[in-house]
């Protein structure tokens, strides 16, 4: 297993348009993550899946935006009618967490997507 | 708001020197994590210390996390000029499901 990986590395868009990044986490872990980070800022958190399951969505997450993890493997993340606030790092990340010990044992990232919007 | 925020914004040294990132955090966890982020890359993990724990090593890092005070340190001692990152903390609060990232230390090692 290779790790975390995202595609594209980059994408310039024009406002307007849609998007759409994938994730392949690593097989063995159950969860999956989706964060965005500007330049300069730390990772805000957007949305997460156990297994197949969406767990949570940020209010960050407008309705122009949708993730899906179907059967539960790679995800997809999409945006909707870009506009030029949406340019940022998309971050991916997956991990173990431990049902039994409510635990998690901290986050494997990808290199991230980088989105243009103009 | 971001559950975690570093201390200092902005780190120069030089290389041998050691250098300690704080974080603080403000409702209780059960566990903080430390990451690094090169510059446009994805963040690698570091290390995870758990609320029950007060100190942790991992080669040249060394983590402490004092939960009275809501607060965490990462020392990397005999600093490398390869050391010059982004360093951030992150905390998982119970039943929270994810983790919550600070704005990050820009640490700079001069060679």
């Known amino acids: 297993d290779t790790g975390v990986s995202q595609d594209p590395r980059h994408k310039i868009t024009k406002r307007g348009q849609n998007v759409t990044f994938r994730c392949d986490p690593i097989?063995?872990?159950?969860?999956l993550y989706w964060y965005r980070q500007t330049l300069g800022q730390g990772p805000e958190f957007l949305t997460y899946f156990q297994n197949e399951a969406q767990l949570e969505k940020s209010r960050l997450l407008s309705d122009r935006f949708s993730a899906e993890r179907p059967k539960g493997s790679f995800s997809t993340l999409e945006i909707q009618r870009t506009e030029q606030g949406d340019s940022a790092m998309y971050l991916c990340?997956?991990?173990?967490?431990?049902?039994?010990?409510?635990?998690?044992?901290?986050?494997?990232f990808g290199s991230g997507t980088r989105l243009t919007v103009v | 708001s971001q559950q975690g925020e570093e201390d200092p914004q902005a780190l120069s040294i030089q290389e041998g020197e050691n250098a300690t990132m704080n974080c603080s955090y403000k409702?209780?966890?059960?566990?903080l994590q430390w990451y690094r982020q090169n510059s446009g890359r994805g963040l690698v993990h570091l290390i995870l210390i758990r609320s029950n724990e007060r100190e942790k090593h991992s080669g040249r890092l060394r983590v402490t996390l004092d939960t009275s005070k809501k607060s965490s340190s990462l020392l990397i001692t005999a600093s490398r000029a390869a050391d010059t990152a982004s360093y951030f903390c992150?905390?998982?609060?119970?039943?929270?499901?994810?983790?919550?990232f600070g704005d990050g230390t820009t640490l700079t090692v001069k060679p």
């Open positions: 409702t209780s966890i059960n566990n």
């Open positions: 992150a905390t998982d609060r119970a039943n929270a499901g994810k983790s919550t």
């Open positions: 990340a997956s991990s173990h967490f431990s049902n039994s010990l409510a635990a998690n044992y901290g986050y494997t």
């Open positions: 097989s063995e872990h159950n969860r």
